[in-house]
């Protein structure tokens, strides 16, 4: 019933209700924490000071620094962030993510030999992601397909919920809902891309 409401009424509190339900399911996984926040950033549901600085965190340790800078700069611009007593452990994340980005552009031709040469796909699927986030989705997507194509990773639906979220982003909606529809996992993955369905169908 609450899919439906977000389907025709995409309410910000709807998608609230509904994504802390998915994460209440049985079997969902914790690992899954940083997927969550990109569902929740996309339905205007980051708010709090709190909320961008765990979202920025997890994508810096998932390796994706410019995820993590557009993360801050919108906490930045809504005000959530710079401001109070926690304003300077504000700017120290934001001085780490600075940094962070600039390894990652210092390392980046290495980074792409070694993921090309990877046999499971997994640091292509991650390298491809990252080009996405750096606004570069054409050279992303095609790397992120070719990580999945290899067949060598651990998680496939984690990869294919993340080129499909990567593909709605882009602007490629109908490409990432047939990607998202291969989705099947029972850990919340399935779960997750059933939602991002519903917001791409909803444009």
Same mark, same amino acid.
């Given at each position: 019933?609450?899919?439906?409401?977000?389907?025709?009424?995409?309410?910000?509190?709807?998608?609230?209700?509904?994504?802390?339900?998915?994460?209440?399911?049985?079997?969902?996984?914790?690992?899954?924490?940083?997927?969550?926040?990109?569902?929740?950033?996309?339905?205007?549901?980051?708010?709090?000071?709190?909320?961008?600085?765990?979202?920025?965190?997890?994508?810096?340790?998932? $390796?994706? %620094?410019?995820?993590?800078? #557009?993360?801050?700069?919108? @906490?930045?611009?809504?005000?959530? !962030?710079?401001?109070?007593? =926690?304003?300077?452990?504000?700017?120290?994340?934001?001085?780490?993510?600075?940094?962070?980005?600039?390894?990652?552009?210092?390392?980046?031709?290495?980074?792409?030999?070694?993921?090309?040469?990877?046999?499971?796909?997994e640091a292509l699927v991650k390298?491809?992601?990252?080009?996405?986030?750096? $606004?570069? %989705?054409?050279?992303?997507? #095609?790397?992120?397909?070719? @990580?999945?194509?290899?067949?060598? !990773?651990?998680?496939?639906? =984690?990869?294919?919920?993340?080129?499909?979220?990567?593909?709605?982003?882009?602007g490629s909606r109908a490409r990432?809902?047939?990607?998202l529809q291969g989705v099947h996992?029972?850990?919340?993955?399935?779960?997750?891309?059933?939602?991002?369905?519903?917001?791409?169908?909803?444009?």
């Amino acid at each position: 019933a609450i899919e439906r409401l977000v389907t025709y009424y995409p309410k910000k509190e709807y998608w609230t209700d509904l994504l802390n339900r998915v994460q209440k399911k049985s079997g969902f996984s914790d690992r899954l924490s940083l997927d969550v926040f990109r569902l929740k950033l996309a339905t205007g549901n980051v708010n709090s000071a709190n909320d961008y600085l765990e979202m920025a965190q997890l994508a810096i340790q998932a $390796g994706f %620094p410019s995820e993590a800078k #557009a993360v801050v700069d919108k @906490g930045y611009e809504s005000k959530a !962030l710079g401001n109070g007593k =926690d304003a300077e452990r504000h700017q120290r994340l934001r001085d780490l993510v600075a940094k962070r980005q600039a390894e990652a552009a210092q390392a980046r031709a290495q980074a792409e030999k070694d993921a090309l040469a990877d046999a499971s796909g997994e640091a292509l699927v991650k390298l491809g992601y990252s080009y996405v986030t750096e $606004g570069a %989705p054409q050279k992303g997507l #095609a790397f992120m397909e070719q @990580g999945i194509k290899k067949g060598g !990773l651990k998680r496939p639906d =984690d990869a294919k919920l993340l080129l499909g979220v990567a593909q709605v982003q882009s602007g490629s909606r109908a490409r990432g809902v047939q990607t998202l529809q291969g989705v099947h996992g029972k850990d919340g993955t399935a779960d997750l891309a059933r939602l991002w369905i519903l917001l791409a169908q909803r444009g």
